[in-house]
């Protein structure tokens, strides 16, 4: 885990935006958005709801995704022990949406990705994966993505986030300045375009101000 970080000048001048984004999320009246933790900082039944909750909305929207044999079930757990935890809840305490924050090696090293992207120039960075919400339409994702990175630039050496998007989601996540460095179709996930997107903490602040 990555310990906090000496804030730099840019931290410093940035401070006060990184205030009215965190209350820019509490806005969010009715939803509750938990301290970020990492994955063996939760019990097993926690990892586990998580677990659960991602399946119920991958059998609506995005059946593709959910782990088809045994094996892939226990990798998927073994990333939920090691990554870093967004979650948001409604007034009753139930997940409404989560994300995971995985550091290198990340989880789209083992899917297939072209060899020529060389993934470990990003070692220093968080992957964005299993983005998900039951309750579509109402800017969740974004307020957790807000949330996360707030948390990443205040509290860890990260230098920034990259994830891999369907050509849909593109547009959520260029609003934080994630730019593609490729594009590509996965063997395992035919008739779609995926791309590769990244930005750093830096980046992504202005961004977001903009």
């Known amino acids: 885990i990555k310990k906090k970080k000496t804030k730099s000048i840019s931290d410093i001048l940035f401070s ?34 998580i677990y659960e909750f991602r399946n119920k909305c991958y059998q609506k929207k995005s059946p593709h995704l959910l782990a088809s044999s045994s094996a892939e079930v226990k990798k998927e757990k073994i990333y939920d022990e090691y990554a870093y935890h967004a979650i948001a809840r409604d007034t009753e305490g139930d997940i409404v949406a989560v994300s995971r924050f995985l550091p290198f090696p990340f989880e789209m090293c083992q899917i297939g990705l072209p060899s020529d992207l060389k993934l470990s120039q990003f070692n220093n960075y968080l992957e964005i994966s299993r983005l998900v919400t039951s309750m579509p339409g109402r800017g969740i994702g974004k307020r957790l993505l807000i949330h996360a990175g707030v948390w990443a630039i205040e509290n860890t050496i990260y230098d920034g986030f990259l994830a891999i998007a369907r050509e849909k989601n593109i547009k959520l996540f260029s609003y934080f300045g994630l730019s593609k460095l490729a594009s590509f179709q996965l063997e395992k996930r035919p008739g779609s375009d995926y791309s590769l997107i990244k930005a750093d903490f830096r980046l992504i602040t202005k961004s977001t101000m903009k």
């Open 16 to 49: 006060p935006f990184y205030s009215v984004m965190k209350m820019y999320v509490k806005m969010d009246l009715g939803i509750q958005y938990d301290k970020i933790v990492n994955g063996k900082n939760l019990t097993i039944e926690e990892r586990e709801t």
